[in-house]
């Protein structure tokens, strides 16, 4: 199995970037699809984004398209989520996740991170 941590998370104003990764270990990430979950207080856990395993797939929910990029570096075994133009309902814990099936990782991934906190200052 394939163990996950998150890193990048911390205050940021509106309007501004961030970058949080999520690195491999156990497995390399090249085996498995991989997306970001965010769940800000108060709210049902939302899926961000999702890479297919092969990368030719990708998924964002519509709140995020143009200003949010997810990327995987397999040579590191780390994926990324780059986050630009950043608003504050965007405040929330982020989670990578990672799972062999393009589906299930959208709907139930089997391995999670610890989750980091984005928080977005108005």
């Known amino acids: 199995q394939v163990q996950l941590v998150e890193s990048g998370g911390g205050l940021v104003q509106a309007g501004g970037s961030l970058r949080l990764s999520c690195r491999a270990s156990?497995?390399?990430?090249?085996?498995?699809?991989v997306a970001w979950f965010r769940q800000a207080p108060g709210k049902e856990r939302e899926l961000v984004a999702a890479?297919?395993?092969?990368?030719?797939?990708?998924y964002y929910v519509d709140s995020v398209k143009g200003r949010f990029t997810l990327s995987r570096a397999n040579a590191i075994n780390t994926v990324s989520l780059q986050m630009n133009s950043l608003k504050p309902e965007e405040t929330a814990v982020y989670y990578c996740?990672?799972?062999?099936?393009?589906?299930?990782?959208?709907?139930?991934?089997?391995?999670w991170g610890q989750g980091t906190q984005v928080t977005v200052s108005s």
């Open positions: 996740a990672a799972d062999p099936s393009w589906r299930t990782v959208r709907v139930n991934p089997t391995y």
């Open positions: 156990g497995r390399s990430i090249r085996y498995y699809a």
């Open positions: 890479l297919s395993l092969t990368g030719d797939t990708t």
